[in-house]
């Protein structure tokens, strides 16, 4: 019986391939266990503030947009001009004060 157990402690099966097939396995039922924890966090960020919920609410939604649509209806969508952004060298300030005035000059 000794023998046999010194045989086996011996063998490269048993001494390396026992242990990796525990690993292989075990990591496997430990990575789920971390993943589960994972999801389940996500759970709990996806979960809303109940006043953001309550604006969110499906059959509010419509009224919402009907709202958008009135502040839209007031703006002048028609009187913009444009006005081009400054490069990188260029002081941003002073270039959108320039293309202002000649702006007001043009007209």
Sequence with gaps: MWQQL????????????LPMLLLVVGGSFGLREFTQ???????????????????????????????EYEKLKELDL??????RGPRPWED???????QREQFSKGQ
């Design 92 to 98: 941003s300030k002073e270039f959108q004060n320039q």
């Design 37 to 67: 924890i994972r999801y389940d966090a996500q759970k709990v960020k996806r979960k809303l503030d109940p006043a953001l919920e309550a604006r969110v609410n499906s059959q509010k939604q419509p009224v919402i947009l009907e709202e």
């Design 6 to 17: 010194r045989r086996v402690r011996r063998s490269r099966t048993a001494r390396y391939g």
């Design 78 to 83: 028609d009187g913009w001009r444009n006005i």
